[in-house]
C-alpha cells in the first residue's frame, strides 16, 4: 500500500493528452513539492518534474506538472510511443524525514 | 554529474543479512549538498523508500523497515552501505543507492539498481 495514490493504468492515441493524478496528505503534498518520474522496463527511474512544475534539462515541455493543496498531477500532450512507461509520483514526508512515492501509473500508447 | 552503483550478493538465504554498497563517483559524499538513500522495488511493484543518512551521519528510516535495517557512511571510501537483517522472500527486490536533494528534497540521481533475491 503506497503512502501516495495514483491510478493503476492510464492510456491514449498517438497526439493525445493524458493526465495522471497523485494524491496525498497533509505531512507530505501538503507541505512539500512533487516530483514525477518516468520507468522505462529495466531501467531506473529518471527525474523527469521536479518541484511540482520544473523540468531538468532534456526533458521535452510536452510534459507539465501541476499541484494544488494534497494533490498532484502530471499532463502528457502530444503523446508518442516512446512515452510508453511507467510514471510515480514522489514527495518528501515530514512525518517520516524521507520519501514516499505513488504506486505508479502503467501509461499504454494505443 | 554524480554518479552512483551498487555492489554486494545478488543472492541471500531467508533469515540471514542483505548487504549493499554504493559507491558514489564525479562528487564527495562529504557533501552536505544531498542526503544518501536506498529505495527498492520488489518485481512488478512499485518503489520504497528504505533510508537515508546525511554525511554528518544522521539517519533516518522508514517505520516499516526500522528495526531490521541499517545505513552507514563511509566518507574515506566515498561510499554508503545498506545492511537488511533477518530477509525473507518478501526482501526480494531491485535496490537502489540514490541521491535526495537536501535543498529540493527530490530524488536526484539513481544507481543503476542491482536484483537481489532472497532464497534457499
Known amino acids: 500500500q503506497s503512502v501516495l495514490t495514483q491510478p493503476p493504468s492510464a492510456s491514449g492515441t498517438p497526439g493525445q493528452r493524458v493526465t495522471i493524478s497523485c494524491s496525498g496528505s497533509s505531512s507530505n503534498i501538503g507541505s512539500n513539492t512533487v516530483n514525477w518520474y518516468q520507468q522505462l522496463p529495466g531501467t531506473a527511474p529518471k527525474l523527469l518534474i521536479y518541484?511540482?512544475?520544473q523540468r531538468p534539462s532534456g526533458v521535452p515541455d510536452r510534459f507539465f506538472g501541476s499541484k494544488s493543496g494534497t494533490s498532484a498531477s502530471l499532463a502528457i500532450s502530444g503523446l508518442q510511443s516512446e512515452d510508453e512507461a511507467d510514471y510515480y509520483c514522489a514527495a518528501w514526508d515530514d512525518s517520516l524525514n524521507g520519501v514516499v512515492f505513488g504506486g505508479g501509473t502503467k501509461l499504454t500508447v494505443l | 554529474q554524480l554518479q552512483l552503483q551498487e555492489s554486494g550478493p545478488r543472492l541471500v538465504k531467508p533469515s540471514e543479512t542483505l548487504s549493499l554498497t554504493c559507491t558514489v563517483s564525479?562528487?564527495?559524499?562529504?557533501?552536505?549538498?544531498?542526503?544518501w538513500a536506498w529505495i527498492r522495488q520488489p518485481p512488478g511493484k512499485g518503489l520504497e523508500w528504505i533510508g537515508s543518512?546525511?554525511?554528518?551521519?544522521?539517519?533516518y528510516y522508514n517505520p516499516s523497515l526500522k528495526r531490521r535495517v541499517t545505513i552507514s557512511v563511509d566518507t574515506s571510501k566515498n561510499q554508503f552501505s545498506l545492511r537488511l537483517s533477518s530477509v525473507t522472500a518478501a526482501d526480494t527486490a531491485v535496490y537502489y543507492c540514490?541521491?535526495?536533494?537536501?535543498?529540493?528534497?527530490?530524488?536526484?540521481?539513481w544507481g543503476q539498481g542491482t536484483l537481489v533475491t532472497v532464497s534457499s
Open positions: 564525479r562528487g564527495s559524499i562529504s557533501r552536505s549538498s544531498y542526503y
Open positions: 540514490a541521491a535526495i536533494s537536501s535543498s529540493r528534497l527530490t530524488v536526484q540521481h
Open positions: 543518512i546525511y554525511y554528518s551521519g544522521d539517519t
Open positions: 518541484s511540482n512544475n
